[in-house]
């Protein structure tokens, strides 16, 4: 027999000092919060956490209400707040999901902070894994991207994100409800087969999972761990080269030794460049492999510049690369 969905939440491992659990209403999150609850050790709060993004009216409202319900039949404490998300998108600009998903856990990090906890869990699944790392697939990703979701990762100050249902497929999930006779919330912009990860939810992987491989969402991510362990250590390494390669900075500008770099193999070159922009905070989202590869083949060039996405510069300069950022002042 298969260990019960508590005795996976167990084996992943719980803080002992508690958590904050992120409930949207949704099966996934209901199902970890009745799993947490049941696998806690006694003494161990926790702590249920809803942001009413008001997107859907009285659906949302809806959500915030059955999330109520739950955590007063638990008799767990429960924190709630409403954020007009698609305002903030109107008045700051940006994508509407990206800037709900930012303002989302800068959120759930401060409820974590705020109960002098230091870690929040999330209900990802499985099948989330197998749907992020099949839509990255048909977006042309590298092996870095292959890595999905994280299992854990930081969020903020003292904060670690954990998201103990990775190894739990969303059948896992319906059937461990319908044990309990737990109900849960339905999100009707699941069903718009207009965005491409509905689509791969609700043709792509099941039409894998008949034809090809009845246990795909499992093979998805365990090609997914895998991925994350090389990359680990592929970003190790291009730390190391850039922390070789870097001189001192020219006022706010970065100075790379071309030397050093050009040295290294290219899949490095395009990883140290990869920490460098995610250490300066500048724009990632428009850098996928052919950018990178074009800083790379400026390393191995004689000369020239590129003005990269983002406003950020890059021009060899005799033995060195300058770059600096025209956005920031850098």
Not at 98 to 121: D, F, N, P, S
Not at 135 to 164: F, K, N, W
Not at 197 to 215: A, F, G
């Amino acid at each position: 027999m298969a260990p019960s969905l508590p005795d996976r939440v167990r084996h992943f491992g719980l803080p002992p000092d508690g958590l904050v659990v992120a409930v949207s209403g949704g099966p996934d999150s209901v199902a970890l919060t009745r799993a947490v609850v049941a696998a806690r050790e006694p003494g161990s709060p926790v702590v249920l956490a809803h942001l009413n993004h008001q997107l859907r009216g009285a659906e949302s409202d809806g959500d915030e209400a059955f999330v109520v319900a739950l955590g007063a039949s638990l008799g767990v404490s429960l924190v709630t707040h409403r954020l007009d998300i698609a305002a903030l998108v109107r008045k700051q600009g940006g994508n509407l999901e990206a800037v709900a998903r930012r303002e989302r856990y800068r959120w759930l990090a401060e409820v974590t902070r705020g109960h002098a906890l230091a870690h929040v869990a999330t209900g990802h699944t499985a099948s989330d894994q197998a749907e992020t790392v099949l839509h990255r697939l048909l977006r042309g990703t590298g092996i870095d991207g292959l890595r999905g979701i994280a299992a854990r990762r930081e969020i903020g100050p003292g904060v670690t994100l954990i998201r103990p249902f990775l190894s739990v497929t969303r059948e896992e999930v319906v059937a461990y409800l319908a044990e309990l006779g737990q109900v849960a919330r339905h999100d009707a912009s699941n069903d718009d087969d207009t965005l491409t990860r509905n689509r791969i939810r609700h043709e792509l992987l099941p039409l894998l999972q008949r034809h090809y491989n009845p246990r795909i969402a499992e093979t998805l991510a365990r090609l997914a761990a895998q991925a994350d362990e090389v990359s680990v250590a592929e970003e190790s390494l291009a730390a190391g080269l850039l922390r070789g390669a870097e001189l001192p900075r020219a006022g706010a500008m970065v100075v790379l030794s071309i030397g050093i770099l050009r040295n290294a193999p290219r899949r490095l070159i395009r990883g140290a460049f990869r920490l460098l922009w995610k250490r300066e905070g500048w724009p990632r989202d428009a850098m996928g492999f052919a950018e990178y590869e074009r800083l790379a083949d400026l390393v191995m060039s004689d000369g020239g510049a590129h003005d990269m996405p983002g406003g950020v510069h890059v021009r060899r300069r005799g033995v060195v690369l300058q770059v600096s950022s025209r956005l920031s002042g850098s």
